[in-house]
């Protein structure tokens, strides 16, 4: 598993917007198109638009 990284303010913001909550995501990879995000939980990956 690659090393997951704690969202910044504005990657609080998409999450949000996706209908998310932010507290239960980290950032797997950020690109200027797209977040991959990783439940800190159940492990799921999921991609939403940056």
Not at 9 to 17: K, V
Request: aromatic share 8%; no cysteine.
């Amino acid at each position: 598993m690659s090393l997951m990284k704690k969202i910044t303010r504005r990657h609080r913001e998409s999450i949000q917007w996706a209908g998310l909550n932010p507290d239960n995501w980290l950032i797997k990879k950020a690109t200027e198109d797209e977040l991959i995000l990783y439940h800190k939980f159940v492990g799921r990956a999921r991609k939403i638009p940056s």
